[in-house]
C-alpha cells in the first residue's frame, strides 16, 4: 500500500494540479472554456471584494483620523501657508483592509479541493488529499505572511523611526520565507539568454553560482549541488528595492499612492494580457493580490491627494513594495515588473551621489515651500568642491556637464549650492516654480508615460534580442 501511495504521489507532482482547477466534467474543451472556468469565477469574486475593500478603505480612514493624531502619529505639511497638522502612517488602515479581504478570500480560489476533502476508514490518504495543490497553498500563505511582516515593519518604522541600514536589512529578512517557499516550489533559476549571445553562452543560462557539498548515503561520498544563488541574491534585492523606491520618490500630496496604484494597474494590465500564455496560473496568483491592493490604494489616495487630509507613511512604501516583489516573485515576472519601475530607477539613479554620501545628503530633500506664491522651488544643499570625495568631485562634475544639477555660487565663492538630488527636484529645475498639485500630476503622467514604454520594450523590443 505505501508503495502505491508513493507512486500516487509522483504522478500527483508530476501532473500539475491547477489551484483553480473545477471538476473534469465542468471543464469545457478548447482553452477559451477552460479559462472561463478555472480562472473568471475566483477573479469575479475577487474583484467583488476588491470592490467592497475600496469603499471600506473610504469608510475607515477618516474614523482613524483622530485616533492616530491623539496617539502621535501626526505630521505638519509643509507644503501650506497655513501648515495643518495631518495624520500620518495611514498606510496602515488600508493595509489592514487588505489583508482582511485576503485574508477572507484565501478559501475560495481552494473551493472546490476543500470541499472533497476526506478521509478514508482505514484513515489513509484519499485521491483528493493527494490532488490538493499543497504547493500552491503554501505559495498563497506564504506570500501573506510576507505581506503581513512588512506591514508590521513599516508601521514600526512610522513609530520608532529606524535608520536607513535598518531599512535595507529588514526587507531582506521578510523575504527569507517567500525565498524559501520559491526554492521548493520551483527554484527556476535559468535566464533566457539574448539572441546576439546565443553564439557564446547557448541558449539558457543557470545563474547557479553557489555549490553545496553534501553526503550521498548510499555512495558514501560528497556531492556539489548547485543552488541558484546569484538569482536569489537577485530576488532579495528586488524586494529592498522596490520598498525603498517608492519611500524615496516621496515628499507631495498624493504621489505614494499616486504612483503606486498606476504600477499596479500597469502589472495588473500585464498578467491579463498574459493570461493565455505560459504562466497563467501565476499571473492569476498575481491578480488575487494586485486586485484588492488596487481598490485599498485607491481609497487611499482618496484622501492624500491635494489637499492631503493624511500622510501614507513609510508603512504604505513598505506595503507597496512588498506587494510587487510577491507577485513578481512568485509569479515569474520578475525581471518584468522592473520595467514598470522606470521612474522610481531613474530617481535612484540620480540620487545615488546622495544616497551613498558622496555628496552631502540632508535629512530630508523635500521641495522648498514659497508662501508668496504658493508654489514649490527646488530644495538644496551646500558644498565644496575641495571636500567632496574624489568619487564624488566626478559625480558631480558628470551631472555638471550634463545639466542635471542647478549650481550656484554661495558666500566667498567656494561653497557651492546645488539642488537636492531626486526626480521631483528634477521636475522643479526643468519646469520651474510649481504648484503642488501640478507638480503631482506631472511626476503622475510621467509614470504612465513609463508604463506606456514598458509595454512597448516588453511585446515589441523584446522581439529583437529574445524569441516572443
Known amino acids: 500500500m505505501a508503495d502505491n501511495l508513493q507512486?500516487?504521489?509522483?504522478?500527483?507532482?508530476?501532473?500539475?494540479?491547477?489551484?483553480?482547477?473545477?471538476?473534469p466534467s465542468a471543464i469545457p474543451e478548447g482553452l477559451e472554456g477552460a479559462l472561463a472556468v478555472k480562472t473568471m469565477w475566483p477573479l469575479l469574486w475577487n474583484a467583488i471584494y476588491s470592490l467592497v475593500a475600496f469603499f471600506v478603505t473610504l469608510k475607515a480612514i477618516p474614523s482613524f483620523m483622530n485616533i492616530f493624531m491623539q496617539a502621535g502619529f501626526a505630521g505638519v505639511d509643509m507644503g501650506k501657508k497655513d501648515r495643518p497638522k495631518v495624520a500620518e502612517a495611514m498606510g496602515v488602515i488600508s493595509g489592514c483592509v487588505f489583508m482582511i479581504t485576503i485574508f477572507l478570500f484565501i478559501p475560495v480560489p481552494f473551493a472546490w479541493h476543500l470541499a472533497r476533502l476526506g478521509y478514508n476508514e482505514d484513515h489513509s490518504l484519499t485521491k483528493e488529499q493527494i490532488d490538493f495543490p499543497h504547493h500552491e497553498f503554501v505559495e498563497f500563505?506564504?506570500?501573506?505572511?510576507?505581506?503581513?511582516?512588512?506591514?508590521?515593519?513599516g508601521f514600526a518604522d512610522d513609530a520608532l523611526n529606524l535608520r536607513w541600514r535598518d531599512k535595507l536589512f529588514l526587507p531582506t529578512?521578510?523575504?527569507?520565507?517567500?525565498?524559501?517557499?520559491?526554492?521548493?516550489?520551483?527554484?527556476?533559476?535559468?535566464?533566457?539568454?539574448?539572441?546576439?549571445?546565443?553564439?557564446?553562452?547557448?541558449?539558457?543560462?543557470?545563474?547557479?553560482?553557489?555549490?553545496?557539498?553534501?553526503?550521498?548515503?548510499?555512495?558514501?561520498?560528497?556531492?556539489?549541488?548547485?543552488?541558484?544563488?546569484?538569482?536569489?541574491?537577485?530576488?532579495?534585492?528586488?524586494?529592498?528595492?522596490?520598498?525603498?523606491?517608492?519611500?524615496?520618490?516621496?515628499?507631495?500630496?498624493?504621489?505614494?499612492?499616486?504612483?503606486?496604484?498606476?504600477?499596479?494597474?500597469?502589472?495588473?494590465?500585464?498578467?491579463?494580457?498574459?493570461?493565455?500564455?505560459?504562466?497563467?496560473?501565476?499571473?492569476v496568483f498575481s491578480l488575487y493580490f494586485l486586485l484588492p491592493y488596487i481598490g485599498t490604494t485607491a481609497g487611499l489616495l482618496r484622501y492624500n491627494w491635494f489637499p492631503s487630509r493624511v500622510f501614507v507613511g513609510d508603512t504604505f512604501c513598505y506595503f507597496s513594495g512588498v506587494i510587487f516583489a510577491v507577485v513578481a516573485i512568485l509569479g515569474h515576472f520578475s525581471k518584468t515588473l522592473l520595467l514598470f519601475f522606470i521612474p522610481q530607477i531613474i530617481n535612484f539613479l540620480y540620487s545615488i551621489p546622495q544616497l551613498f554620501k558622496f555628496l552631502p545628503c540632508p535629512r530630508h530633500r523635500l521641495p522648498r515651500y514659497d508662501p508668496d506664491t504658493d508654489k514649490l522651488n527646488m530644495s538644496t544643499t551646500k558644498l565644496k568642491l575641495n571636500q567632496l570625495h574624489p568619487l564624488g568631485?566626478?559625480?558631480?562634475?558628470?551631472?555638471?556637464?550634463?545639466?542635471?544639477?542647478?549650481?550656484?555660487?554661495?558666500?566667498?565663492?567656494?561653497?557651492?549650492?546645488?539642488?537636492?538630488?531626486?526626480?521631483?527636484?528634477?521636475?522643479?529645475?526643468?519646469?520651474?516654480?510649481?504648484?503642488?498639485?501640478?507638480?503631482?500630476?506631472?511626476?503622475?503622467?510621467?509614470?504612465?508615460?513609463?508604463?506606456?514604454?514598458?509595454?512597448?520594450?516588453r511585446y515589441q523590443l523584446a522581439k529583437l534580442v529574445y524569441d516572443v
Open 173 to 283: 529578512i521578510a523575504t527569507i520565507p517567500l525565498l524559501m517557499v520559491y526554492y521548493v516550489n520551483s527554484n527556476s533559476t535559468t535566464v533566457i539568454v539574448p539572441k546576439q549571445l546565443r553564439h557564446l553562452l547557448g541558449f539558457s543560462v543557470n545563474l547557479g553560482i553557489l555549490f553545496v557539498c553534501l553526503t550521498d548515503k548510499v555512495r558514501k561520498m560528497p556531492v556539489m549541488y548547485i543552488v541558484g544563488g546569484l538569482y536569489y541574491v537577485f530576488m532579495g534585492a528586488l524586494t529592498v528595492f522596490c520598498t525603498n523606491a517608492i519611500n524615496i520618490l516621496a515628499g507631495i500630496n498624493g504621489l505614494e499612492a499616486g504612483q503606486s496604484l498606476i504600477i499596479a494597474i500597469s502589472v495588473a494590465l500585464f498578467n491579463l494580457i498574459e493570461l493565455t500564455g505560459a504562466y497563467r496560473e501565476s499571473c
Open 7 to 23: 507512486v500516487t504521489l509522483e504522478e500527483a507532482a508530476t501532473n500539475y494540479s491547477s489551484t483553480f482547477s473545477q471538476p
Open 393 to 457: 568631485r566626478l559625480m558631480f562634475q558628470f551631472l555638471r556637464v550634463l545639466r542635471l544639477v542647478h549650481v550656484v555660487p554661495s558666500g566667498d565663492g567656494e561653497m557651492l549650492e546645488c539642488n537636492n538630488l531626486t526626480l521631483i527636484n528634477l521636475f522643479l529645475m526643468i519646469l520651474g516654480p510649481t504648484h503642488e498639485k501640478r507638480l503631482t500630476c506631472a511626476l503622475l503622467i510621467f509614470q504612465v508615460f513609463s508604463s506606456l514604454l514598458a509595454f512597448f520594450i
Open 141 to 153: 500563505i506564504t506570500a501573506v505572511l510576507s505581506v503581513c511582516c512588512m506591514l508590521f515593519l
